[in-house]
């Protein structure tokens, strides 16, 4: 199956992710072995309708997988076909048919476990973003991913977030710069960390410095840091911070943020809050493929 449909997608919203049939042909790899040893059990000829049902309220996301995985082949039988019934990005409700199709029967049973693992998952991410986007809705604050992703799903994983309404902080530390306390502690000063950091940077990209007091905000922000990352303040704290520096630089909150504070975090006038959680602890949204 590597690489048998790459052409045929079309369901991906743009920007579509990166490299993502390397992660699915691998997956399809992991699962299915030298073969599906269940359905030999089934007649190599026969087709079946069957259908992808939402169980749960959500946001589905990973409808392109579907595609690349259930598009019919070329020397597939007469009235094989896939067809999506929804978007990535749609609100969906239980018991809501997301795609439905005809195939050979044993391509779909090979396929049904890895197409639902990714697209729960998904859907998970892009659903869990939704429900913080709504929380925050009728400030200025966006909501935005982190690198605490599970490896290897990191492309896909930020593709759902920007699914679920949300916004993607850099994709790795090849296009952004985050200073961290690490990195402070490393080199003696957060005005000798961007001084070295300006030195080889590239002028397109911006360098954001880790605060946990006013004082580290007065020193990033004169040293000529871009973005201030305000990690685990009070509110009280954040909203004296970005009162002080407010159209200098953009303010972004982190850390021990949850469902319940979200909103008094945007309330203190930051531009971004970043979570972990919306890759790391999704609940999946569940779903089944049924033959019809």
């Known amino acids: 199956m590597r690489g048998k449909h790459r052409n045929a997608v079309s369901s991906w919203l743009q920007p579509e992710p990166t490299n993502w049939w390397h992660?699915?042909?691998?997956?399809?790899?992991?699962?299915?072995?030298?073969?599906?040893?269940?359905?030999?059990?089934?007649?190599?000829?026969?087709?079946?309708?069957?259908?992808?049902?939402?169980?749960?309220?959500?946001?589905?996301?990973?409808?392109?997988?579907?595609?690349?995985?259930?598009t019919p082949y070329p020397s597939d039988p007469d009235g094989c076909g896939l067809a999506t019934l929804s978007t990535d990005g749609d609100l969906v409700e239980r018991g809501q048919r997301v795609c439905e199709g005809n195939l050979p029967t044993r391509r779909v049973l090979m396929a049904e476990r890895t197409l639902l693992n990714f697209m729960m998952h998904l859907s998970g991410v892009a659903t869990l973003t939704r429900h913080f986007v709504d929380k925050v809705q009728g400030t200025k604050a966006k909501i935005t991913d982190t690198r605490k992703t599970i490896p290897t799903l990191r492309s896909l994983q930020k593709y759902a977030v920007r699914c679920g309404g949300g916004h993607n902080h850099r994709m790795g530390l090849f296009d952004g710069v985050l200073l961290k306390d690490n990195h402070i502690a490393a080199t003696g000063s957060i005005r000798s960390t961007i001084a070295r950091v300006r030195d080889y940077a590239p002028h397109l990209v911006k360098i954001e410095v880790e605060c946990t007091s006013i004082e580290q905000v007065d020193e990033a922000v004169e040293a000529g840091a871009d973005v201030i990352l305000l990690d685990n303040m009070d509110p009280f704290m954040m909203r004296d911070?970005?009162?002080?520096?407010?159209?200098?630089?953009?303010?972004?909150?982190?850390?021990?943020?949850?469902?319940?504070?979200?909103?008094?975090?945007?309330?203190?006038?930051?531009?971004?809050?970043?979570l972990g959680m919306l890759t790391h602890s999704a609940p999946a949204l569940p779903m089944h493929l049924e033959l019809a």
């Open 241 to 274: 911070a970005v009162k002080k520096y407010e159209g200098r630089v953009v303010f972004e909150a982190s850390g021990g943020i949850s469902h319940d504070t979200v909103r008094g975090v945007a309330q203190t006038g930051v531009d971004l809050i970043s």
């Open 23 to 70: 992660v699915v042909d691998d997956a399809i790899e992991e699962d299915v072995g030298s073969g599906d040893l269940t359905s030999g059990c089934i007649d190599p000829e026969q087709t079946s309708r069957f259908y992808i049902e939402v169980q749960g309220d959500g946001v589905i996301c990973g409808l392109g997988i579907a595609e690349y995985l259930l």
